[in-house]
């Protein structure tokens, strides 16, 4: 849906703006969702349907030109400097992008992908009993990125109790048990996915404001010049790109989790902040910490044209 008006004002100034609502579903987009899976379970594509990476629910754009009437009603110098000038400018609004909290440390969806998983982007699903109002820190505007915008401790992984490879059990895709340095390990402990919905955050609100004077000087009546100074984000203010989304719950990629093959994985019930079958309780990285902006820092062209 879109709204937009056009405004022919006297004086020489013209407004335009417009407001559009929109509101884009799929099943992967941007370039991270094209080259790999998003989602829960890739055996079901339709668990990674939801908001598009490019989905921008508002955006708000106006525009303005303003040609300044002339002061001096003369041809002489006075009115060479005087008249001619004008600005314009363009100022633009619009949501965040959409974006999800994934995993590749073989944590979540590990009964299938092990200790490390190179093709696809399991979803983290949220702790049990928690929402994703709960797990959101800050609003989308007035972002301080001192802080993080997500709460760590409001994500969880699943965790399966599957019986190792059997004649009684032989389906399970869990291998039996078998000696690691001399200590008999078993895989009885598996992740699975999650059933939390893609891109269901979104990142900070953006601002932009351009600006732009001209002017106009008739050196004769073939010749005459245009100065152009153009100021983009004038007011140098930044816009925050989605935060850190990559977390790990299994650090050391161990698997299975429960082995104690080196110092970096914990045996099988573990000390904090490992939990009772050696994967962290919580994720571990910069969950929710906004390291990058978007677009560029205040921007000064000028330039001067003459026509004939």
């Known amino acids: 849906m879109q709204l937009g008006v056009n405004k022919r004002l006297s004086h020489g100034l013209t407004i335009t703006g417009s407001y559009t609502w929109s509101h884009t579903l799929d099943e992967g987009s941007g370039l991270s969702e094209g080259l790999f899976f998003n989602g829960n379970d890739p055996r079901q594509p339709r668990t990674a349907y ?4 490019f989905d921008r629910t508002h955006v708000i754009t106006i525009s303005y030109f303003y040609q300044i009437p002339d002061a001096v009603k003369s041809n002489g110098f006075a009115a060479k400097v005087v008249n001619g000038w004008g600005i314009s400018g363009i100022t633009v609004a619009e949501s965040g992008q959409p974006y999800s909290v994934s995993d590749f440390s073989g944590s979540v969806g590990g009964i299938y ?9 399991p979803l983290v699903p949220l ?3 928690k929402t994703v109002g709960d797990a959101i820190l800050q609003g989308t505007t007035g972002v301080n990125v001192a802080n993080p915008v997500l709460n760590k401790n409001a994500f969880g992984v699943t965790q399966l109790i599957i019986a190792p490879n059997s004649a009684s059990n032989p389906t399970s895709p869990v291998p039996p048990c078998s000696s690691v340095s001399g200590t008999l390990t078993c895989d009885n402990y598996e ?3 999650g059933n939390i919905g893609r891109d ?3 990142g900070p609100f ?7 004077v001209f002017k106009y000087i008739k050196l004769t009546e073939r010749f005459s010049l245009k100065y152009d100074a153009q100021f983009f984000n004038i007011f140098n203010h930044p816009s925050f790109d989605t935060p850190n989304n990559n977390v790990s719950f299994n650090a050391g990629f161990c698997n299975p989790p429960t082995a104690n093959f080196s110092a970096s994985c914990p045996s099988s019930g573990g ?4 939990g009772p079958f050696g994967f962290a309780e919580v994720p571990s990285g910069r969950l929710g910490f906004i390291t990058h902006t978007l677009g560029s820092p205040r921007f000064i062209q000028m330039s001067l044209h003459l026509t004939f």
């Open 206 to 212: 953006q601002t932009r404001f351009d600006f732009g």
């Open 200 to 202: 269901i955050f979104r």
């Open 271 to 274: 000390t904090p902040p490992f």
């Open 113 to 121: 992908y092990g200790q490390f998983d190179n093709i696809t982007n």
């Open 50 to 53: 939801g908001n598009s990476a």
């Open 127 to 129: 702790a049990p009993g």
């Open 191 to 193: 992740i699975g996915f």
